[in-house]
């Protein structure tokens, strides 16, 4: 497998304290490695599959919607992030998993950190394991239980040298549709 360079990493908005969790996370990799850090958020949220707002709305309120949801998003990420400049930002209207690999191809992101807000979590319509475990590029899991629990995909697992992880324990996730995680607790290197 070739190791993809690093010039940007992904982050999806999540409003929680795993979300923050995640951000921070994101943010420290893309200071310590001089990243651009790429928010993204969409208007049907990944993390709710019962989230219908495209079907509810008509198209100008979903314009409407957009830029007040744009507006939350670059205010709440903007004071996260502090003084750190390379951050952009971008609101999805497309379908999550659809739009990722779209900007994973634009070259928006080579790694993607995603929070994991309770044990059972979806993303996309399927465990966020199991989106993570299949995702064509590097993934990181940050929580549900501390802002320290990382859950990494083979694909992470193989550059964890470059991840900013701290000497401590972190998990790679297995592989396939909503597979279970595998219990292999491996030390990270920094």
């Not at 979300?19 to 949220?45: C, E, I, M, P, T």
């Not at 992030?81 to 191809?105: I, K, N, T």
């Not at 929070?115 to 993570?132: C, H, W, Y």
């Not at 549709?177 to 292999?184: D, L, R, V």
Request: glycine share 8%.
């Amino acid at each position: 497998m070739t190791i993809p360079r690093l010039n940007a990493v992904g982050f999806c908005a999540h409003y929680s304290q795993q979300g923050d969790w995640a951000f921070a996370y994101a943010l420290k990799l893309a200071q310590a490695r001089s990243l651009q850090l790429n928010v993204f958020h969409f208007l049907s949220d990944p993390y709710d599959p019962d989230d219908d707002t495209e079907a509810r709305y008509t198209r100008r309120e979903l314009t409407r919607l957009a830029a007040d949801k744009e507006r939350e998003l670059r205010l709440y990420y903007d004071e996260l992030a502090g003084e750190y400049l390379e951050v952009g930002f971008r609101l999805c209207f497309d379908d999550s998993w659809r739009e990722l690999h779209r900007c994973l191809a634009g070259r928006e992101f080579q790694l993607l950190v995603l929070a994991k807000p309770e044990n059972g979590t979806l993303f996309a319509g399927r465990s966020i394991e199991g989106f993570a475990a299949d995702f064509v590029c590097p993934v990181i899991l940050v929580g549900p239980d501390g802002p320290e629990q990382y859950k990494l995909n083979n694909q992470a697992s193989l550059i964890v040298d470059r991840l900013a992880i701290e000497p401590q324990p972190w998990e790679t996730l297995g592989q396939g549709a909503g597979a279970p995680s595998f219990p292999t607790t491996q030390p990270g290197v920094s």
